[in-house]
């Protein structure tokens, strides 16, 4: 199932990336084959690194264009939602076949809860990126970072991008909004990688906010899932088309002509603002 799209920044028009994360319905192959589009393979380091490196490398064999790593899930938060419900994960993880299995016991609710405890690496580290980077050829991004602490290191690390994102908040709470981190992040790396933004995605506006504050892309989760459930592979081109039309709109009565011309004069931030009233 396409997890993600980016809009990329250089040209008004919308530049598809899409991402498959271990949960997907559909196997690395058959999203390989579905269409033209940019893809990135995004990824969890398991206690079983073997699986990780067999799905790094099927990536790459099917022409995948870069590893993303997610780093805030060294174990799982406490989804409440998810224990109230019952959650249970679907049986089949096509890419996981015959390697993991979903067949777990659960006396907490959420059967995801007990898959992650038992498959995920809660030992996940800095010094996994460099064993990443010893498996494959392709560019690593990290998702997950929310400070420029941490960002700085990420680069030290060697990643190739960072992603900034709270996992949509589900992992920890009060964990704040991606919008108002993402300038400290940007400000730490100093234009030494890119930084995009995943994470609150809506309208065209939050996608020129996220530009004029210093990402190079922005990712898109939610809507995405939402085109795809209600009218599938038309819903979601619906939701990309929408975004793109506002984002120039938007960028038409700013006076930018592309998006080059957005820069950081056209936001301001609550700290600003407050500043201002002082």
Known sequence: ???EVATARGAAACNVI???SFTATCTIEEVASSCNAVRFFQTYVYKRRDITEL???KAESNGFRA???TADTPRLGRREADIKNKLMISPRLRNFEGLITTEVVSDKGSNLEAYAAGTLDP???WKDIAWLKSITNLPILIKGVLTGE???KAVEAGVAGIIVSNHGARQLDYTPATISVLEEVVNAVQGKVPVLLDGGIRRGTDIFK????GAKAILIGRPVVYGLATKGESGVKQVIEMLKNELEQTMALAGCCN???ITRSHVKTEKERLLCRM
Do not use: F, R, T
């Not at 996220?210 to 504050?213: E, Q, T």
């Open 150 to 152: 941490d960002a700085i």
């Open 259 to 261: 998006v080059n011309d």
């Open 55 to 57: 799905m790094v490398h």
């Open 123 to 125: 030992s996940l580290c």
């Open 1 to 3: 199932m396409p997890g």
């Open 18 to 20: 899409m991402g498959l």
């Open 210 to 213: 996220a530009l004029a504050l």
């Open 67 to 69: 590893i993303i790593l």
